[in-house]
């Protein structure tokens, strides 16, 4: 990772943003290649990280741990570890994860239409059953 310095225009006007707009701020929350299918999965239920590995093939292991846990920080994913051995682990959404629900079909339906071939490839690796 690199760092960013956090006093630039920027930043600033960055922070700005997100704090005067809902719309910056949702966006910077599950913004990003893999957030929005990650949450797309688990919405219909718990899933271990092998479960999520499989669902996204395309996702490396480095941005998969990196997603869940800027969620995790972001209160959008509870990652429950069961004290066993092995460990344990399932990532579940929390109340505000879930209410993403309805904003992620609404964007899967707006994708469908808007499409270059007006009807997209029709799959986010998603279960269609959650909406």
Not at 28 to 37: S, T
Not at 81 to 88: G, S
Not at 97 to 124: D, F, I, R, T
């Amino acid at each position: 990772m690199y760092k960013t310095k956090e006093t630039s225009t920027n930043q600033l006007n960055k922070a700005i943003a997100i704090d005067k707009c809902p719309v910056t701020y949702t966006l910077e929350k599950i913004g990003g290649r893999w957030k929005a299918l990650v949450i797309y999965n688990l919405l219909s239920g718990p899933k271990r990280y092998g479960e999520l590995k499989k669902a996204l093939p395309a996702i490396t292991e480095k941005m998969l741990i990196q997603s869940l846990k800027e969620m995790e920080l972001d209160k959008l994913v509870i990652r429950d570890v069961k004290p066993v051995v092995p460990p344990h682990v399932t990532y579940h959404l929390t109340e505000a994860g879930k209410a993403l629900g309805p904003a992620l079909k609404a964007m899967a339906e707006w994708g469908l239409s808007y499409s270059e071939n007006g009807q997209g490839e029709g799959k986010c690796d998603m279960p269609p059953a959650v909406f």
